[in-house]
């Protein structure tokens, strides 16, 4: 059994019997639980108190799973979130993914392999919060954050998440060269590209609306068509 330091898990399903098992694996690998049946118990549970990691179902009784994660990244853009759906439905995933979530697993699912994906999670998050981290960066006028998770353009912030900033970072490293969707879909969310996801292009559109003067006339993040998009710094 690996040491998980005592990280906490917040558990957010409807279904006793599933919930049960999660707790039970969870706490034989050291994790502390908690346990929320409703979306909107899940938030409160967050407003008392901090949690390590989110486990948290689609199907709840009130709020769904995806509105629950949209409300948490208004307020944490950090804490790892792992989506669990009994829908194998591509456009399911990817509307978590775009809701914010950082990882989902299709029941039914495998215990040791929802383990380790927590735990990549929170390695990922670990390596993100512990310095040195990388430099600030600037493209135009806007000065990209990666530590704070912050564009700056004069003295206006715009807050960042997680992975805006991973994106901005990997198109700057390959600024002037054409990036295909497929290849930031593997590198920046670390899933299995495919032809329909939206998922970059939708957040593409966000950070136009944070970066660009214009983002109807973007100056930075261009469109390579028939293969992704290209960063001019």
């Known amino acids: 059994m690996e040491s998980s330091d005592a990280r906490t ?3 957010v399903e409807d279904d006793p019997v599933v919930a049960l098992g999660l707790e039970d694996a969870l706490g034989f690998e050291g994790f502390e639980v908690i346990h929320a049946a409703t979306g909107r118990a899940a938030l409160a549970c967050l407003e008392r108190g901090h949690a390590d990691c989110i486990l948290l179902d689609v199907m709840l009784p009130d709020l769904n799973g995806y509105q629950v994660c949209e409300q948490v990244r208004r307020t944490d853009t ?4 792992l989506m669990l759906t009994a829908r194998a439905q591509e456009v399911d995933k990817i509307r ?3 809701a914010g979530a950082d990882d989902y697993v299709t029941k039914p699912f495998a215990l040791g392999e929802l383990i380790a994906r927590i735990r990549a999670l929170l390695r990922r998050r670990d ?3 512990r310095p040195p981290a990388a430099a600030p960066f600037r ?3 806007c000065v990209i954050d990666p530590q704070a998770q912050t564009l700056t353009r ?7 998440s997680y992975q805006e900033v991973e994106l901005l970072k990997y198109l700057y490293a390959h600024a002037g060269e054409p990036v295909s969707r497929e290849e930031l879909l593997e590198n920046v969310w670390g899933v299995a590209p495919t032809q329909t996801s939206r998922t970059v292009d939708n957040f593409i559109v966000k950070l136009r609306k944070k970066l660009e003067d214009r983002p109807d006339k973007p100056r930075h993040i261009l469109t390579a068509y028939g293969v992704g998009y290209k960063l001019v710094i």
Request: charged content about 30%; glycine content about 14%; overall charge negative.
């Open 154 to 160: 004069g003295r206006h912030e715009e807050p960042l």
């Open 139 to 141: 493209v135009g006028e």
């Open 127 to 129: 390596r993100t919060t």
């Open 9 to 11: 898990i917040l558990v």
């Open 96 to 98: 978590g993914l775009d």
């Open 78 to 81: 950090e804490v790892p979130i």
